[in-house]
């Protein structure tokens, strides 16, 4: 692999000659923003197969436990958007780091927890501290590597490391879960201090100044619509007629608008929105939306599911679903092979259309209405082409985050994308733990699921570049 000139500036007046600048490292730094990313995603999956367990031990009612897996979506769907602009504005290793050090501590914070709103404080501080590091991750790599095949690469690269994260989590939080659910978040806090050991050592700050002061009303009003919007539909699960989540909805709304009001009048931005005029951009907030929905709302309480449905313990369905995500990994890390051969929408669109038709096979499973070797004859293949359609989608939509957009907003094109993502999440959980609860509920959030991902496949081939 190349590495990039050294860059000098000129030296003061008077001064003996030029100073020299350090170089990218295109591969430190693609590997040093994996494994934080990596490790963002494994804290964001962790819960997921010990959620029983984490909600006997605080004492959190059925009714509380989507907030347990939701306080982390909560968290980076608020700031990614922020995140991702003022990492192009005032430095994008800056950010990454106070993103890292923030998920060492907020981790540990929620080792720590004896309550149910303490550890999603915790969650939501870490989903706040991944923001950070999801959002100046790609932005870090376009700044280290030239645009072409190298890039392309980088990203597939940077796309399997989400899918491994997300494999990782369930097994690393079923294996030392048998012992303390809290080892977990210790371990993971380790892990986030080590990347930022390494990080501090190899990556070169990477910025794309605007003119114009920090957008900080945006921020605000952008944050404010998002915790309502994600309150409510966390809420809402008990009852989407109550005056609480009406209220909320309408806040969320409101503030909305305020947020395009300012966005409209602002010299910086957080977002440009004549953007939203732009078909790509739609496209990849559209996958990004419908990725959290059909793919990480249901696989977010599929463990669970697969627990009480299969008597399976934490660990055999950490084991279970590694199928999936260790399925995902390993197609998003060859997925970089079909550019310049597939367009990224297209691969969206593949990747909604298996993951769409590969859950269906799951009706009646998890509603306990099969037995013995019929069971698993269906369930491994679903979740082995499920893996792999999300390992295309994994891989497809960082490509087409920074595609939508100009290179010196790449990580506001990430952080767009990502907030879409997981607001998607968000509302998808949340949906998915509503229609479980049901008679027969397992099979309804199939339905929703595969419904989702065949609406979202439609959708992203609509929106083709004029």
Known sequence: MTQQPVRTRPAPEGGAGPVVRRPHRPGATLAVTSAATAVALMNYTAPMSTLSGIAASLGTPAAAQAWLLNGAPLGLAVLLLVAGSLADDFG?????????????????????????????????????????????????????????????????????SVSAGIALGPLLAGSLGSLDWRLTYLALGAGALVTAGSALRTLTESRAPRAGRPDLAGAAALGLAMTALLTALTLGRDGWLRAPVGLLLLAALALTAVFAAVERRATAPLIDLALFRSRPFLASLTGGLFTGIAVIGLFSYLPTLLQHTLSLSALDSAWLFLLWSGSSFAVALQARRLTGRVAARHQLAAGFLLHGVAVLPMLGILTGGGTGTAVWARLIPALVVAGAGSGLLNAALPRLAVESVAPERAAMGSGANNTARYLGSSAGVAVTIAVAATPSGADAAVLVSAGAALAAAVGVLLLRER
Do not use: E, N
């Open 92 to 160: 994008r290793r800056r950010l990454f780091l106070i993103g890292t050090f923030g998920l060492a501590a907020t981790t540990a914070l929620g080792a720590l927890a004896s309550s149910t709103f303490g550890f999603t404080l915790a969650r939501a501080g870490q989903g706040a501290a991944s923001a950070a590091i999801l959002a100046t991750s790609l932005g870090l790599l376009v700044g280290a590597y030239p645009a072409g095949h190298a890039r392309i690469r980088a990203m597939g690269v940077w796309g399997a």
